[in-house]
Antibody, heavy 115, light 109 residues
Framework: QVQVEQSGAEVKKPGASVKVSCEAS????????IYWVRQAPGQGLEWVGC????????VYAQNFLGRVTMTRNTSISTAYMELRSLTSEDTAVYYC????????WGQGTLVTVSS | DIVMTQSPDSLAVSLGERATISCKSS???????????LTWYQQRPGQPPKPLIY???TRESGVPDRFSGSGSGTDFTLTISSLQPEDVAVYYC??????FGQGTRVEVK
């Protein structure tokens, strides 16, 4: 069955970068797009962007243009999301989602930005 | 960009009663052949969102049949026919596996 393993919680200082990984298993990695969603504490769901694992092509939400990069390593079935120039507003749980449908969600990675 | 708007923002319903949540999109969510790319999620505290309904009306495996989705074009509805205690959660709609509505909190009256 499909499984998604996200990397562990991160604590970063303002201005730093964070790279979250998402290892997928139970299906052919290149078959389905992967997208990222974040959820700030007590807030709703915000779509960050998506990537085609076969081509590596990505589309990012307007709010994150210039600050986010999504990549993958197909040999280990792992996708990555890097977010740069972090501020306290980036404190959130970041979810990796396999677009199937129905979409399959990872458990999330808490990123805390604090000085 | 497609904007998703849910109503109401919160809803209090007695156990056993019906709960209805509306989701409107700024553009049609028609994908192909009468398939609409609209997904409903349930999120309980501390957990990732769980898909309930996809293609606007297809119930995910294991989801109780008291949950149903309907609608077309730009107007969609999630109905819980008989509210149970475990249904207390926040519900979100999502278009084309992209943007979400703002969420509707369902509580027991």
């Amino acid at each position: 069955q499909v499984q998604v393993e996200q990397s562990g919680a991160e604590v970063k200082k303002p201005g730093a970068s964070v790279k979250v990984s998402c290892e997928a298993s139970g299906y052919t990695f290149s078959t389905y797009d992967i997208y990222w969603v974040r959820q700030a504490p007590g807030q709703g769901l915000e779509w960050v962007g998506c990537m085609n694992p076969r081509s590596g092509a990505s589309v990012y939400a307007q709010n994150f243009l210039g600050r986010v990069t999504m990549t993958r390593n197909t040999s280990i079935s792992t996708a990555y999301m890097e977010l740069r120039s972090l501020t306290s507003e980036d404190t959130a749980v970041y979810y990796c989602v396999i677009q199937m449908p129905p979409d399959f969600w990872g458990q999330g990675t808490l990123v805390t930005v604090s000085s | 960009d497609i904007v998703m708007t849910q109503s109401p923002d919160s809803l209090a319903v007695s156990l056993g009663e019906r709960a209805t949540i509306s989701c409107k999109s700024s553009q049609s969510l028609l994908y192909s052949s009468n398939k609409y790319f609209l997904t409903w999620y349930q999120q309980r505290p501390g957990q990732p969102p769980k898909p309930l309904i996809y293609w606007a009306s297809t119930r995910e495996s294991g989801v109780p049949d008291r949950f149903s989705g309907s609608g077309s074009g730009t107007d969609f509805t999630l109905t819980i026919s008989s509210l149970q205690p475990e249904d207390v959660a926040v519900y979100y709609c999502q278009q084309f596996s992209r943007t979400f509505g703002q969420g509707t909190r369902v509580e027991v009256k």
